[in-house]
């Protein structure tokens, strides 16, 4: 599920102090960002029995029951050569099983799926475990990852999702290599549509449920993003250990402690405990700017004064002849300025310190599918016979010049 962290106390100066809820410490991260706590741990040791867990399950759950042996198979006895990948949760194992049974299959005969299997020794126990079943197993959304099943056996806690084979939007983002290209701003812009969409979801009146944990690590790319077709479905969100239902009635947000992610969570959130769709809000604009610059939003290996990203580009983003300094060099040539001033212009207003003065999820999804929407307007504009097509920056510039006056 990624590395969290849990803090019982306000965070000064980006170190977390002891609180009630235990001691904390660094992970392992490369980039150092991710704190995590201990206290969840003993929820993990503490597992209720079998049959108390299934009446905590909701009924209106529309996924399969998978037997422990079942999962065994499918995932060739979660063979180390299957690990799709580690988290606070524990493994991720990549399996087979039948697309009309659901019975186990040898690997290549049936669908792919993705296997969690919680880690007793991991960050995360019980609860997180319940919250993923209770909220992926009532909403279907085509930005949110599908949940097949679950499995309940004893001492052991496991997830079947459907199978994303291109991975997490950090991998795409950070890391160097030939498997992972770096993302072109179309596809980057299609992406953050994509997010957009599925916390507008999850914030409706339908949902009424703050994420919690929104980052790029949790978010996962399907095969098909690089078919660049208008209105595909590129990415969904995955992992809602950490989701909370939001306020019921007059209230105006949820009290609980703070969990999360180091860089991604809303000052005022950190700071009071209080939590709202606003939160969300902030982390989106966390992730946009990370889009915006191939930067992590904590990175220490970053000179003195750049390891926090959001307060190093906040000077930047106000200033539209100086949000280059901030860009991806990896994207020049390839985004239209004035699409690149809106972008920052709406990251800056979603990483508002006033959380009231963040716009909602659905005004960020109208901003974005306008940009989209003009994007693909300019890319299949024809040139009228026996002319040449000027470049859509260069039109921009020309029909905003004011004609001189001759002398």
């Not at 019982?8 to 995590?36: E, V």
Request: charged residues 25%.
């Amino acid at each position: 599920m990624g590395n969290c962290f849990c803090w019982g106390a306000r965070i000064k100066d980006g170190s977390p102090h002891p609180g009630a809820s235990g001691i904390f410490s660094k992970s392992s991260g490369k980039d150092g960002s991710r704190l995590s706590g201990c206290s969840s741990r003993a929820s993990s040791a503490s597992m209720p029995p079998s049959a108390k867990t299934e009446c905590e399950i909701l009924q209106s759950a529309n996924v399969k029951v998978f037997t422990f042996n079942n999962l065994k198979a499918a995932t060739r006895n979660f063979r180390p050569d299957s690990v799709l990948g580690e988290g606070g949760f524990g493994s991720v194992y990549k399996g087979w099983i039948d697309e009309n049974t659901l019975s186990p299959c040898r690997p290549g005969t049936g669908i792919a799926v993705a296997v969690k299997k919680l880690n007793h020794e991991g960050l995360q126990g019980h609860r997180e475990w319940l919250a993923e079943v209770n909220y992926l197993g009532q909403f279907c959304h085509p930005n949110l990852v599908k949940l097949i099943g679950y499995c309940v056996e004893d001492e052991h806690r496991l997830l079947v999702y459907e199978c994303m084979p291109r991975g997490s939007l950090e991998n795409h983002l950070f890391r160097r290599g030939s498997y992972f290209q770096p993302l072109s701003w179309n596809l980057r812009m299609k992406v953050a549509l994509g997010a957009a969409k599925g916390l507008a979801y999850l914030h409706s009146a339908e949902a009424k449920v703050i994420y919690r944990d929104f980052k790029t690590s949790n978010i996962l790319l399907d095969t098909r993003y690089i078919v660049l077709i208008h209105g595909i479905i590129l990415m969904k969100l995955s992992d809602f250990g950490l989701a909370k239902d939001g306020p019921v009635g007059e209230k105006s947000h949820v009290s609980t402690r703070v969990m999360g992610t180091y860089g991604y969570a809303a000052p005022e959130y950190l700071s009071t405990g209080h939590l709202t769709t606003k939160s969300d809000i902030y982390s989106f604009g966390v992730v946009l700017l990370e889009m915006l610059s191939g930067r992590r939003a904590i990175d220490k290996n970053r000179p003195q004064g750049e390891h926090n990203l959001v307060e190093w580009a906040r000077p930047y983003l106000t200033h539209k002849r100086k949000i280059f300094r901030i860009l991806d060099t990896r994207l020049e040539g390839q985004y239209n300025l004035n699409s690149a001033q809106t972008i920052a212009a709406l990251a800056l207003e979603c990483l508002s310190y006033e959380a009231k003065m963040r716009p909602t999820m659905d005004a960020v999804v109208t901003i974005l599918q306008e940009i989209q929407d003009s994007g693909e307007a300019e890319k299949h504009q024809e040139p009228k016979a026996g002319t040449k097509q000027a470049p859509a920056a260069v039109n921009a510039s020309k029909s905003t010049r004011k004609p001189r006056r001759r002398s």
